[in-house]
């Protein structure tokens, strides 16, 4: 007998790994019986591979002019290793294009996550109350973009991302239930429970549609039952 090729593929055997001690972690600890108390680390950016796993998107992809980078930073003594999303907004529209009639948009996500011998990876974030992340904003309009296996598969359930104190290092929670589902930029009804049991990918967008440069750098993203420290601050929609 032959191995199938998804199980010789780079990656399948410690993607595996990692859920199998993963679930052997809670079966020990017996969180499924109680209110989870570890965190669960989702995307990690003070490891340089993280930042590899994830892609960009912008209006240039369809013949806009905005620009939209991610760049690992390594630490320094005043900041922690992070990703950093930066770029510049245009809002001028395609030559050449008349169906374009909207631009001015950037966004990155995490890619596709490769299969697992328990089926397609997903992240079950049920047992937790929030989203948090560990971010340091310029202040602008920036949204947090969650994908599950929703009703549509272009749904995207989405959050606002109210930084407190631009420029500087903070943790931001966001309630689970507080995400809006959209499709296309829309909200859609019916308003379904998002569900956190199969989150596909994260990401971060700017729809502001304000010209000019943009920079947010994002540490670590992880859920959470827990308000941790004097410098975490809970969002509200």
């Known amino acids: 007998m032959r191995p199938s ?3 010789l593929a780079p990656g399948f055997l410690s993607r595996s790994l990692d859920e199998i001690k993963r679930f052997a972690k809670i079966a020990y600890t017996q969180e499924g019986l109680r209110t989870a108390t570890t965190p669960y680390h989702l995307l990690d950016f003070t490891n340089p591979v993280t930042a590899t796993m994830c892609k960009t998107m912008s209006d240039a992809d369809m013949g806009g002019f905005s620009k939209v980078s991610l760049d690992q930073i390594a630490a320094t003594a005043t900041e922690p290793a992070h990703m950093r ?3 510049n907004i245009s809002i001028e529209l395609p030559p050449n294009r008349p ?3 909207r631009t001015g948009y950037a966004a990155w996500r995490n890619k596709d996550r490769g299969p697992t011998i328990f089926g397609k990876s997903l992240w079950d974030v049920d047992p937790y109350l929030y989203l948090a992340l560990r971010v340091k904003s310029d202040g602008r309009k920036y949204f947090v973009n969650v994908q599950t296996e ?3 598969y272009t749904d995207i359930h989405q959050h606002r991302l109210y930084a407190q104190r ?5 943790t931001l929670l966001i309630s689970w239930t507080d995400f809006v589902r959209t499709n296309y930029g829309q909200v859609v009804e019916p308003q379904n429970e998002m569900m956190t049991q199969k989150v596909r990918t994260l990401g971060i967008g700017l729809t502001d549609r304000v010209p000019g440069p943009f920079n947010l750098c994002i540490s670590s993203m992880w859920a959470t ?3 941790e420290d004097g410098d975490t601050h809970k969002t509200q929609g």
């Open 5 to 7: 090729s998804h199980l």
């Open 85 to 87: 999303f930066h770029g």
């Open 99 to 101: 169906q374009i009639q």
């Open 150 to 152: 929703s009703i549509e």
């Open 166 to 170: 631009p420029g500087e290092w903070e």
């Open 225 to 227: 039952n827990e308000v």
